[in-house]
Nanobody, 116 residues
Framework: QVQLVESGGGSVQPGGSLRLSCLASGFTFSDRLMRWYRQAPGTEREMVAEITYNGVATYYRDDMKDRFTISRDNAKKTVYLQMNRLKTQDTAVYYC?????????WGQGTQVTVSS
């Protein structure tokens, strides 16, 4: 079955960096566009970034494109989110997502807390 397992979250001070990872299994990872989302308490889940199946094209929310970088390693079936110059408003649970056979799948999420 499809599984997505995020890791790499933690607590950092403003201006710090984190690298999130998402290990995929149960589907042909190299065929799929992958996305990162986040959800802060009391807010709706929002898309952060996406990357095409071959890593050639990426998309970011406007307020993240200069600070976040999405990448993937198809051999390792892993998608990454490098987050730099983190702000307190980046605090959220971060999820990776894939759409397989018409169904969207999500991992369990990884908590990112940015606080001084």
């Amino acid at each position: 079955q499809v599984q997505l397992v995020e890791s790499g979250g933690g607590s950092v001070q403003p201006g710090g960096s984190l690298r999130l990872s998402c290990l995929a299994s149960g589907f042909t990872f190299s065929d799929r566009l992958m996305r990162w989302y986040r959800q802060a308490p009391g807010t709706e889940r929002e898309m952060v970034a996406e990357i095409t199946y071959n890593g050639v094209a990426t998309y970011y929310r406007d307020d993240m494109k200069d600070r976040f970088t999405i990448s993937r390693d198809n051999a390792k079936k892993t998608v990454y989110l490098q987050m730099n110059r983190l702000k307190t408003q980046d605090t959220a649970v971060y999820y990776c997502s894939a759409r397989v056979s018409g169904t969207s799948y999500w991992g369990q999420g990884t908590q990112v807390t940015v606080s001084s």
